[in-house]
């Protein structure tokens, strides 16, 4: 069981926007920043989003964080064959003194 | 460029250390982690360590058996794996994080440690 919550799975056709949600409580999401990470099948994972809502260099602004209480929410608009991926979500927890991750969300493009 | 290696095969109870090797940037200046996936499954961060080594943090489920230790002037990160499990096999990354594990900027493509009698 993972300490933040994302659902195991999203759809959606290409060009549509699809919502990746992420829910943690006070000891993490809540206190700190969260970032997402995007893993083509068979990579490594790849920082899409830091400090909640940034974009490191070479992520395209259809690609956007944002963050709210203790939940954040990654968003993917006008969706290619190419965004297929798994996507994780990511804090440190006060409380348990470590980073934590969300289970991963797996996006399927139609 | 983030490169992993001593990852192997080992039986239950044994002990392993598995390395990075960092190249391109000053490895002193980071965080560092080491972050596992079980094939087919999610992301788990196993341990991290401050750039200077004071400080050093662990996943409960490694606690008092893995150990997170870096050489700064030799751009190294390691892992001492001891007490292995079968639930420890698991493809190992190391990754560069912020200095206050705020998020994992780069990372390596793993070193695969399987855990088996």
């Known amino acids: 069981q993972s300490v933040l919550t994302q659902p195991p799975s999203v759809s959606a056709a290409p060009g549509q926007k699809v919502t990746i949600s992420c829910v943690g409580s006070t000891s993490n999401i809540g206190n700190n920043y969260v970032s997402w990470y995007q893993q083509l099948a068979g990579t490594a994972p790849k920082l899409l989003i830091f400090d909640n809502n940034r974009r490191p260099s070479g992520i395209p602004d259809r690609v956007s964080g944002s963050k709210s209480g203790t939940s954040a929410t990654l968003d993917i608009t006008g969706l290619q064959a190419g965004d297929e991926a798994h996507y994780y979500c990511a804090t440190w927890d006060g409380s348990l003194t470590r980073m934590v991750f969300g289970g991963g969300t797996k996006l399927t493009v139609l | 460029h983030l490169v992993e290696s001593g990852g192997g095969v080992v039986r239950p109870g044994e002990s392993l250390r598995i390395s990075c090797e960092a190249s391109g940037f000053i490895l002193g200046s980071y965080s560092m982690s080491w972050v596992r996936q079980v094939p087919g499954k999610g992301l788990e961060w196993v341990s991290g360590i401050s750039s200077g080594s004071t400080s050093k943090y662990y996943a409960e489920s490694v606690k008092g058996r893995f150990t997170i230790s870096r050489d700064n002037a030799d751009n190294s990160l390691y892992l001492e794996m001891n007490s292995l499990r079968p639930e420890d096999t698991a493809l190992y990354y190391c990754?560069?994080?912020?200095?206050?594990?705020?998020?994992?900027?780069?990372w390596g493509q793993g070193t695969l440690v399987t855990v088996s009698s």
């Open positions: 990754a560069r994080t912020t200095s206050y594990f705020d998020y994992i900027d780069y």
